[in-house]
Nanobody
Framework: QVQLIEFGGGLAQAGGSLRLSCAAT????????VGWFRQGPGKEREVVAAINYRGDNSFLSDTVKGRFTISRDNAKNTVQLQMNSLRPEDTAIYYC????????????????WGQGTQVTVSS
């Protein structure tokens, strides 16, 4: 029902910045919590950030706290991940995912996933 696509990935130098966006089609994102996940080569998928349907509650993992920011614009049906002070260990495929959640929480499980966008950080 919800189709997601990520864009904005690419190559950055250590200490640089990238801004990822997640765009939704099929139905509005206004009733969905959205999370950002990443999977580095040979590593397990991990959660990076999440934001509730209203945008007034969010989560950042300890590894990115202070460097990344998650935000959303429900009018544009998009969610952004601003990544600053990038490190080589941030290199991964980044995915956005959505889950129907109208109560304002941050779900652990997500139903709809994008195809991912590659982020590569050089030393």
């Amino acid at each position: 029902q919800v189709q997601l696509i990520e864009f904005g990935g690419g190559l950055a130098q250590a200490g640089g910045s990238l801004r990822l966006s997640c765009a939704a089609t099929g139905r509005p994102l206004s009733s969905y919590a959205v999370g950002w996940f990443r999977q580095g080569p040979g590593k397990e998928r991990e959660v990076v950030a999440a934001i509730n349907y209203r945008g007034d509650n969010s989560f950042l993992s300890d590894t990115v706290k202070g460097r990344f920011t998650i935000s959303r614009d429900n009018a544009k049906n998009t969610v952004q991940l601003q990544m600053n002070s990038l490190r080589p260990e941030d290199t991964a495929i980044y995915y956005c995912a959505a889950h129907l959640e109208i109560r304002g929480g941050l779900p652990k499980e997500y139903d709809w996933w994008g195809q991912g966008t590659q982020v590569t950080v050089s030393s």
